[in-house]
């Protein structure tokens, strides 16, 4: 029985580096997957039937409610000031908004319309939150969708 | 004449040798910094709501040629000074509920109210009209529409508590 020659053994670290680089692309992915327009100061209240974006819903405002009233609006929405403090520009704000949509739409008679999403703070009182419905309402949209975080059902 | 036999010097064979090593260094490094600084958000949902009209009136119009109209549920919330949930009354065509401010018999309401509903012919459910004091807190107006939601009620129209009427309760 002979010895043979000794070999160096290394591990093959090729496919270790291709691993780490797929798990860098996804958390690099996820970093910059920000939802730019979701205003992470407010605490939304729990709702067990809450539902998930429906994939039709082309155009979204949110608009975030702080307790105070105060209306958040992310850059992308924003125009001169990234806050509506009052009903009144909150009004003001919206039908701007109602005529970009009428205007972007390819048939001015029949408008593809915002889809307005409230993301009020759990501890808004209704009167503010009514003011900025009010305030959408006044522009002319119908639809409001309340988000709210999904709760576990009981 | 000779010919110097220039011997074509031949090279080694050599493989590129990338050194690996310090490559995976870093990508650890990179995947440190992400795992430390990935924070998964919360899931979060939405609820739909009709916009009442003006002049107070309901958003869709009930269809003539239905046999019976659907039963329109209001439902009166006032709150305390904490902003919490203080008294809440249920009322229909057939009269109305005093249920005190447990969200449990509002559910059970509801619920009485979309079975009864939908045993008629149209077995359509009616709008739920909320009449909310001003100064309940967003986070139990949010619990009244979820539980109108989870109750089957898809027309919720959430409106201010007008003050005449709060003065009557």
């Known amino acids: 029985m002979s010895h043979g020659n000794l070999e160096k053994c290394e ?49 979204l405002l949110f608009l975030n409610v702080d307790l105070n009233g105060k209306v958040l609006l992310s850059k992308l929405d924003a125009e001169d000031s990234l806050s509506l403090d009052n009903k009144i520009q909150v009004a003001s704000y919206m039908k701007r908004r109602m005529q970009r949509d009428v205007a972007a739409s390819p048939n001015p008679k029949a408008p593809v319309l915002s889809t307005i999403i409230i993301r009020g703070d759990h501890r808004a009182r209704f009167e503010k939150i009514n003011d900025v419905v009010e305030g959408i309402r006044s522009a002319g949209y119908k639809q409001v969708r309340i988000r709210a975080q999904i709760g576990d059902s009981r | 004449m000779s ?23 870093m990508s650890f490094q990179l995947m440190a910094f992400f795992l430390l600084t990935f924070r998964p958000s919360p ?20 269809d003539p040629l239905e046999d019976e109209k659907a039963k329109e549920v209001i439902v009166t919330v006032r709150a305390g000074a904490d902003g919490r949930i203080a008294k809440i009354e249920v009322g229909d065509i057939s009269g109305t509920k005093n249920l005190g401010a447990d969200l449990r018999a509002y559910q059970k309401a509801l619920r009485d109210a979309s079975d009864a509903a939908l045993k008629t012919p149209s077995k359509k459910i009616g ?19 979820d539980i109108g939601v989870r109750e089957k009620f898809t027309d919720i129209s959430p409106e201010p508590l007008s003050e005449k009427k709060g003065e009557g309760g």
């Open chain 1, 11 to 59: 591990p093959n670290l090729t496919p270790m580096l291709d691993m780490v680089l797929q798990l860098v692309m996804f958390f690099m992915l996820c970093a910059n997957f920000v939802m730019d327009q979701v205003n992470e100061s407010i605490k939304l209240p729990e709702a067990i039937a809450a539902r998930g974006l429906d994939i039709k819903d082309e155009r």
């Open chain 2, 127 to 145: 709008k739920l009209k909320l009449q909310i004091d001003k100064a309940l807190l967003h986070e139990y107006v949010v619990q009244l529409i």
């Open chain 2, 43 to 62: 899931t979060e949902g939405q609820m739909a709501l009709a916009i009442p009209n003006k002049d107070g009136g309901g958003v869709s119009i009930a």
């Open chain 2, 3 to 25: 010919h110097k036999k220039h011997k074509r010097q031949q090279t080694d064979h050599v493989e590129p040798d990338l050194p690996i090593t310090p490559m995976l260094d």
